[in-house]
């Protein structure tokens, strides 16, 4: 089969209706390599990058209340900061570059999807959506 590992998408694919920051931007915990209260941070496995997390949610008004928060991984060499917030809004929109999206089988058995971007930016007013340019990175376990 020519798809293996993930999948290269638009932002646009993943968030028509567009997504806001909900969260601290985090470094993700290598569960294999940390021991004891020894803290060692998460690397792409492709890339050698560090993996960082950030909680968003989906603007989309069709997905259920419990599906709306989900986790995206950034992959960069410094913790990645969020863009500034929008005045009068509750939460900052934010849009990434270079997604791709790694199905899994989760816990209960369900479809699940890996999500993992290069860049997070403000959203560009009015412009086309760019396009995903990014080589896919592997998921980390």
Not at 23 to 44: C, H, I, L, P
Request: positive net charge.
């Amino acid at each position: 089969m020519a798809l293996q590992g993930p999948i290269p998408v638009g932002f646009d694919q993943v968030f028509p209706h567009g997504c806001y920051v909900v969260g601290e931007v985090e470094a993700v915990k290598d569960f294999d390599a940390s021991t004891n209260g020894r803290f060692v941070q998460s690397r792409d496995k492709s890339t050698g990058e560090l993996v960082w997390q950030v909680a968003v949610m989906d603007a989309d008004p069709t997905v259920k209340p419990g599906q709306k928060t989900v986790a995206v991984k950034i992959l960069a060499p410094v913790q990645p900061v969020p863009p500034a917030p929008m005045p009068g809004l509750p939460f900052t929109p934010v849009e990434f570059d270079h997604l791709t999206v790694t199905p899994y089988v989760n816990g209960t058995g369900r479809l699940a999807y890996s999500i993992k971007v290069r860049a997070m930016r403000a959203p560009r007013i009015g412009a086309a959506p760019a396009k995903n340019t990014a080589t896919p990175a592997k998921d980390v376990a």
